[in-house]
């Protein structure tokens, strides 16, 4: 990480214009529906300024924060696999001829620049990295390869916000291009600049800046450390993967299915979740065939399905199923956890299921522990 810099909100539009002068398709956070969703951006004036998300449990409000932070908000429903997997993607495409069929060569993506992206954000990246690069899957390996990523750390969370637990935030520690952090104040407004790669120092190295004063670096650090301090949820993580394991039978997962929907929310907008299905189209004429790649989800009746019925017909199952591998299974595949406590799933579920909630009452319930304080255990043991 190269030593820190300041700009003021022109340097972040002069930010964007080198990225854009560099071939970059900048997409960042908008307003659009009354919720912050990731488009194309040109510059500080189509991000969602001087507004703050507030979150809960299936709640989600955009209101006015009264000032003109340009990073005031939190995250919204989408996360950045939307351009590194999206869904509805062709990747393979034949076209009839007299000799057979022709493919048809893909349309070259383009180089995404992922501004404004949050470290549990960088974090979902840097997740999905383990999953589609050793396996070099085309879709995503080009698109993550000339990508560039301006993260922004984060300095107030969100209620749903758990990532201090999790180890990926609030601050950015590694896979990004640029970090940013906001500072204001009643008499200023600052954004502290860091480079984490060559192509990072490049970019802000074009751009009109000074060397960052002691005193504002430490301001900018002692608010993320606030941030970090003030979190709205805390998932206790020690032996976590050892209680799942052993709570298989947990009669608690079927409370938890009485009230989900089994609607895939938690997985739509989930950052790291990457279940996926295929689908085959045909023309009419016959003249032309594609595949093409769609999101999934475990939640879905279909996606277990196998000869004889689908393997977790049940909600309980299904739940079990995406938290058991969030938190558990996710360490086994790819040693990480699978979840960078963006809160997302807690916030867009219709019936405010909690994650957090849900492991800390599973470990409050562990049947371990219950099984041996029953009198009936007891009389069997003696």
């Known amino acids: 990480m190269t030593e820190p810099l300041v700009i003021d909100r022109e340097g972040v539009d002069a930010l964007i214009s080198a990225l854009i002068e560099r071939g970059y398709e900048v997409v960042g956070p908008t307003v659009r529906s009354q919720t912050i969703l990731y488009d194309t951006i040109t510059s500080t004036a189509d991000l969602p300024v001087g507004i703050r998300d507030r979150q809960e449990a299936g709640t989600y409000r955009l209101e006015d924060r009264g000032d003109d932070a340009l990073f005031g908000y939190v995250v919204g429903p989408q996360s950045w696999k939307q351009f590194l997997t999206p869904s509805g993607t062709v990747f393979w495409k034949g076209l009839r001829t007299e000799g057979g069929f022709e493919t048809v060569e893909p349309e070259e993506p383009p180089s995404y620049a992922f501004f404004g992206a949050r470290p549990c954000e960088v ?5 999905q990295d383990d999953v589609y690069l050793p396996v070099e899957d085309g879709i ?117 299915a009485e009230r989900c929907l089994s609607c895939t929310n938690c997985t739509m907008v989930c950052p790291t979740c990457f279940c996926s299905t295929v689908e085959d189209r045909q023309s009419l004429d016959g003249s032309g065939a594609e595949r093409v790649r769609n999101w999934d989800s475990c939640f879905t009746l279909d996606f277990s399905y196998i000869h004889g019925g689908p393997v977790r017909s049940s909600s309980s199952a299904r739940y079990r199923q995406w938290l058991t591998h969030k938190l558990a299974s996710w360490q086994d595949q790819f040693d990480s956890l699978g979840c960078v406590g963006c809160g997302r799933c807690i916030s867009w579920c219709p019936v405010g299921i909690d994650i957090t909630k849900e492991a800390a009452v599973i470990r409050e319930r562990d049947v371990r522990r219950v099984a041996v304080g029953t009198p009936a255990v007891k009389e069997a043991v003696e």
């Open 123 to 127: 974090a979902a990246m840097k997740i």
């Open 140 to 256: 995503y390996t080009e698109r993550r390869r000339k990508s560039f990523t301006v993260a922004v750390n984060c300095t107030e969370p969100a209620a749903t916000c758990f990532c201090a637990s999790v180890g990926t935030g609030p601050d950015v520690t590694e896979g990004f291009d640029i970090a940013l952090t906001e500072v204001l104040g009643a008499d200023h407004h600052y954004f502290l600049a860091e480079a984490g790669t060559d192509r990072g120092t490049e970019v802000l190295g074009s751009l009109v800046a000074r060397g960052a004063r002691d005193e504002e670096v430490v301001t900018a650090r002692r608010l993320v450390v606030h941030a970090a301090d003030h979190m709205g949820r805390t998932l206790e993580t020690d032996g976590l993967q050892e209680l799942l394991y052993a709570n298989l039978s947990n009669p608690y997962w079927d409370e938890i």
